[in-house]
């Protein structure tokens, strides 16, 4: 069955430092990968998706991600995190069977002044 | 165009209580999923409707169930509730793609739901 793993449940950065979300994922066929954003009380925002182009994918607000295989991960990167950055990530990954996607337990972005 | 609403955003029930919780899918979609994320958790998948039918579903019980309408608008209905079905319930539109990727989800903002 598909999974991901994204480690480290808080990642605190602080503003103009660059942020790294982890993503490791399992999947028995070449993965459809995933990053979404949530802030409270809201629903989930793509940020960006790998459908097996390019390795490294540029997605909204600054954010990228860079496929690797032999690494099983999807991490997510920025160079430079804004206060408005703070939120909550989900990497979700799909492919198997009717191509649902299953999500990780998210990691939540802190960002100091 | 519009995106994904969903009604209401917050409810209170009572345990053994049956709810229901709806979801206009955003115009030109035809295919509606539906996540629930407990508190401090990932969105776990409950089932997908596409053509008013059943096309998939998670590890929930029988008690959560399903309908889409002809215009793909969606509701969740949940039989005797449980204190651990208290959620952030979410709904998410696409196009379904046959033998393709689902790449194109939109989510709505999402019912909490606490049952007491």
């Known amino acids: 069955a598909q999974s991901v793993t994204q480690l480290g449940s808080h990642v605190s950065v602080s503003e103009g430092a660059l942020v790294l979300l982890r993503c490791n994922y399992s999947?028995?066929?070449?993965?459809?990968l995933f990053w979404y954003v949530q802030y409270p009380n809201q629903g989930l925002q793509l940020l960006l998706k790998y459908t097996s182009a390019a390795t490294l994918v540029k997605g909204i607000n600054g954010f990228e991600a860079e496929f690797k295989k032999s690494e099983t991960s999807f991490h997510l990167t920025k160079p430079s995190a804004h206060m408005s950055d703070a939120a909550e990530y989900f990497c979700?990954?799909?492919?198997?069977?009717?191509?649902?996607?299953?999500f990780g337990r998210g990691t939540s972005l802190i960002v100091h002044p | 165009e519009t995106g994904v609403t969903q009604s209401p955003t917050h409810l209170i029930k009572t345990r053994g209580q049956q709810v229901t919780l709806r979801c206009s899918s955003q115009s030109g979609h035809n295919t509606v999923s539906w996540y629930q994320q407990a508190l401090g958790q990932g969105p776990q998948f409950i089932f997908q409707y596409y053509r008013e039918e059943e096309n998939g579903r998670g590890n929930f019980p029988p008690r959560f169930s399903g309908l889409q309408f002809p215009n793909y608008s969606s509701e969740l209905n949940v039989n005797a509730l449980e204190l651990d079905d208290s959620a952030l319930y979410l709904c998410a539109s696409h196009t379904r793609k046959s033998g393709g990727p689902n790449y194109g989800y939109t989510f709505g903002s999402g019912t909490r739901l606490t049952v007491v």
């Open positions: 979700a990954v799909s492919g198997e069977g009717s191509y649902i996607p299953t």
């Open positions: 999947s028995s066929v070449p993965p459809y």
